[in-house]
């Protein structure tokens, strides 16, 4: 029997090729849409599971709660003591720990000649035996032991090295201004797209020990920048025990409570400051602890892709209904003949759920072929390296066939129950008629059209934002700015040799250095101290006189730096708008002010000269936070900003790389354009809009292919009204403007449906 209806599906479906073929083209685009997007959430909530010991890893952070002028917050930046402490102070809990210092940015590296800039990252040398990162050349237990070995990934080993084998061979990497030899002895396969800890040349975390940075950071609990793994024993229940947790934190912190009643931060209720342990599979879905080596996502976004992928399959599979009750009309015969000779209402819903599920079979086949195809272009819209890897997401598989039989449902249920229950008399009598505007074909069609132009609508909002964030004035002249960047050479000798020559240039208005860029991804710096009892958080910046001029800042208030007064140098700060106010101070009184509680004993305190008009230094979507800028003597640029004359700046740009090569020949030129910088405050808003553009177009190619299946059905029940028409004398434009009235009320309601709930804007 069920060969018997597949045979009599396959010959209906070839019998009706055009309709058929349009109906697995659009539920296929469905189908492709929806499992890219399915792909997609699925890597988003299986990051870092491929981990053989994923269920017993956990990542320590710092919590702070309850106190008054500080926020509560998490932070998974921690001091470099905290791993060996949590081994021997749990040493029935804690099997392995490891500390890491991933990238924060790209340090010069050289194999032989050549000279380009990586990340490097740093970590303790058991890494390889906590976590599941496959070696395709070393072993995994000795692998970084020595101070001057590194592994290597390997698409790093490549561009490094060619199709050599890096194994055994030396690379010099800069710290702290001077190259110092390694030896590649290991190769680590290329981190899964899931995996959010990565690396390009992973250095012993004993290296640390003897630069400036980390010898500031040996047993300093005062200073925290690295990430502590904890791997658990089999059956520990540290993670729980907030208790034995808040003791470990007074351990090591005897005094601080007392500190914080005393400043009247704490009414001594609660923990205000202790650890915690965040599941290894939960880093990528939490948003509430910073300081992961690769972006956090809200899993509620993931969510909303995922229900715009709904929303575009569940189109696609209204269209498949449509258009089979458009063919239908043809079937009506078939249908008595079956009934009259025995076959009951079931049968006929096999048969019809059969043809649905070798439609559906073939539309996701299409799909998946289509879904393949257009993964490079997904990925870039999503920024994420995805692959159709069922080893790597085994729950796709369930996920498809569930899928599949669903949208056979989904897609096949209503026209099998309508043709199935067609009273074979009536078929006979050539009674029955199909109405081709019945309420229930036209309200498919009609809420298709609600849903497309919902979502074109959520694409005009999103371009608009965009639009905004993109045009909006940030305070200050981003255009027309070079940033050169100087990390990792001798700036204190280089920049002032390079601003002699580059004063010199036509395509050249003025230049300033500082020790930050501004944008994503470049850095920035905060402070906190006590002024007059009360904690105060400041985002500061190391500049030279020429930075507010060269970036076109208006200062409302006191003045500028200038060498002239040697003071400047040691307490001089220009403060922003904002952190006056969260001073309280005005803009007027504000010059003179004593930063009191800034500096360290036996310094002067820093004095306000200068009051800058509020900028955002940061995204928009966020307020402007407390600013102040300073060039005190202890600080070194890093970032030279070019302010160029308006016009092609490639010339310009050769001729600073020449200067850039004449002065430092070792070192390649590295330089960005501000205004690119700060667009990538909006790459995210960019992305979603793109996303849902498409989601949006397609849903409305789809919708039209919906209408198609809705006017073969009327043009099969008026053929003879058609002929009768045509007799009396119509002619063919009359009868052409006949039937487009009959969905002018459907198609236009959404529409009127929505300008009604903007409020007739």
């Known amino acids: 029997m069920l060969k018997n209806y597949f045979l009599i599906a396959l010959r209906n479906l070839w019998k009706n090729k055009i309709i058929a073929s349009i109906n697995i083209l659009g539920l296929s685009l469905g189908l492709a849409c929806f499992s890219l997007i399915l792909l997609y959430v699925v890597n988003e909530f299986n990051y870092d599971r491929f981990h053989a010991k994923a269920d017993h890893i956990y990542r320590v952070y710092r919590s702070i709660s309850g106190l008054k002028s500080i926020e509560d917050s998490k932070d998974a930046h921690l001091p470099m003591p905290l791993g060996p402490a949590f081994k021997a102070d749990f040493p029935d809990d804690v099997a392995n720990t490891v500390r890491m210092r991933y990238a924060w940015n790209e340090d010069f590296v050289k194999v032989g000649e050549t000279t380009t800039r990586v990340g490097i990252s740093f ?20 692998v970084i032991q020595d101070p001057y070995s590194v592994v290597l990934s390997e698409s790093t080993a490549k561009r490094l090295f060619g199709n050599e084998n890096p194994v055994g061979k030396t690379l010099e990497i800069m710290l702290e201004e001077e190259f110092n030899p390694y030896t590649v002895t290991g190769v680590a396969k290329d981190m899964p797209a899931n995996s959010s800890i990565n690396f390009e040349i992973l250095c012993n975390f004993e290296r640390l020990y003897t630069t400036n940075f980390g010898q500031r950071s040996v047993d300093n609990w005062n200073r ?63 948003t509430t602890i910073p300081g992961g080596i690769t972006e956090s996502i809200n899993p509620r976004y993931a969510w909303i892709l995922l229900g715009i992928g709904a929303i575009v399959l569940l189109i696609a599979c209204i269209n498949f209904t449509t258009l089979a009750i458009g063919r239908s009309a043809g079937r009506t015969r078939e249908i008595g003949v079956r009934k009259i000779v025995g076959a009951n209402r079931p049968q006929l819903l096999s048969q019809f759920l059969t043809e649905s599920f070798l439609l559906t079979v073939f539309s996701m086949a299409l799909g998946l072929g289509i879904g393949k195809l257009l993964l490079p272009v997904f990925n870039t819209l999503a920024d994420r ?21 669903l949208v056979t449902l989904l897609a096949g249920a209503y026209p099998a129950l309508i043709l199935s229950g067609f009273k074979p008399i009536e078929i006979l009598r050539n009674k029955l008629r199909l109405k081709g505007a019945n309420w229930f074909t036209n309200s498919l069609v009609s809420f298709q059209f609600v849903l497309s132009i919902g979502l074109i609508a959520c694409t005009v909002i999103m371009m608009n934002q965009l639009s905004f964030l993109r045009s909006k004035n940030p305070g200050f002249q981003k255009e027309n700015v070079l940033v050169i960047n100087g990390e990792g050479a001798d700036t204190e000798r280089l920049f002032p040799l390079l601003r002699q020559e580059l004063d010199q240039f036509p395509g050249i208005t003025n230049i300033a250095t500082a020790e930050l860029a501004l944008g994503e991804g470049t850095g920035w710096s905060r402070s906190g101290f006590d002024y007059k009892g009360e904690v105060k958080q400041v985002y500061e910046y190391f500049v030279d006189p020429d930075y507010i001029p060269v970036l076109g800042m208006e200062l409302i208030e006191g003045r500028n730096f200038d060498y002239k007064f040697a003071s400047d140098s040691l307490t001089a700060v220009i403060v922003n708008e904002a952190m006056v106010g969260d001073f309280g101070w005005t803009n007027e009184t504000a010059v003179g002010q004593e930063l009191t509680g800034y500096a360290n004993e036996g310094n002067p305190e ?24 300073h060039m005190f003597h202890d600080y070194t640029p890093f ?8 016009g092609d700046p490639a010339p310009t740009i050769a001729a600073i790389e020449r200067t850039w090569k ?82 002018c009320v459907w198609w236009c309601w959404p529409l009127l449906l929505r300008f009604h709930l903007r409020g007739g804007q």
């Open 639 to 646: 970032q030279m900003f070019v302010r160029l004359r308006p």
């Open 662 to 743: 004449k002065l430092e020949p070792n070192l390649p030129l590295q330089y960005s354009f501000l205004d690119e910088n700060l667009e990538r405050f909006y790459q995210s808003d960019a992305r979603w809009g793109r996303i849902v553009g498409i989601a949006g177009g397609l849903s409305v190619l789809l919708a039209c292919l919906g209408l198609f299946g809705l006017t073969s059905l009327v043009m099969v029940n008026r053929t003879k009204e058609v002929g009768i028409r045509k007799v009396l004398g119509a002619t063919i434009a009359s009868i052409v403007a006949c039937f487009p009235k009959i969905f």
């Open 606 to 629: 820093p004095v306000v000269i200068g009051v800058v008009k509020n900028f955002n230094f940061q995204s928009l979507h966020g307020e402007v936070m407390p600013q102040m800028f």
């Open 224 to 286: 925290a920048a690295f990430l502590t793994f904890v791997e658990l024993k089999p059956g520990s229940t540290l993670m729980n025990n907030q208790e034995r947790l808040n003791q470990f934190w007074k351990k090591y912190y005897p005094t601080r409570e007392d500190e914080l009643k005393e400043r009247g931060e704490w009414d001594g209720k609660g923990t205000p400051l202790t650890y915690g342990m965040q599941p290894l599979k939960a880093m990528h879905t939490d």
């Open 385 to 405: 390296t995805l692959t159709w890897n069922f080893a790597l997401y085994p729950e796709l598989g369930l996920l498809f066939v569930g899928l599949l039989l």
């Open 123 to 142: 970590a303790d040398p058991n890494f390889f035996e906590v976590f599941s990162f496959p070696l395709l050349k070393g072993d995994s237990k000795t």
